[in-house]
């Protein structure tokens, strides 16, 4: 009886997470921008995926650099401080 219950025994879903910080993306996160108004044509309106998470040094200061990908070809870094 256990193997029955355990093939139809429905999965506790996963937490939600709740982001407050562009910081807080982790590779595979997808996101988009609020305002696409002073975004590049390539950003705006769509949903982009996060592909990688570098960290760049500049003037004795760390900043993350974001690598995404949207629906068209090209992908876009952006830079948090």
Same mark, same amino acid.
């Given at each position: 009886?256990?193997?029955?219950?355990?093939?139809?025994?429905?999965?506790?879903?996963?937490? %939600?997470? @709740?982001?407050? =910080?562009?910081?807080?993306?982790? #590779?595979?996160?997808?996101?988009?921008? $609020?305002?696409?108004?002073? &975004?590049?044509?390539?950003?705006?309106?769509?949903?982009?995926?996060?592909?990688?998470? %570098?960290? @760049?040094?500049? =003037?004795?200061?760390?900043?993350? #650099?974001?690598?995404?990908?949207?629906? $068209?070809?090209?992908?876009? &870094?952006?830079?948090?401080?």
């Amino acid at each position: 009886m256990s193997f029955l219950s355990s093939l139809f025994k429905k999965k506790p879903a996963a937490p %939600t997470r @709740v982001l407050n =910080q562009p910081k807080q993306l982790l #590779q595979g996160d997808i996101f988009c921008f $609020g305002d696409s108004f002073a &975004l590049p044509e390539a950003m705006r309106k769509q949903q982009l995926q996060v592909t990688d998470i %570098t960290t @760049v040094e500049f =003037q004795h200061q760390h900043y993350v #650099q974001l690598t995404s990908q949207g629906a $068209g070809e090209k992908a876009g &870094l952006l830079k948090l401080s």
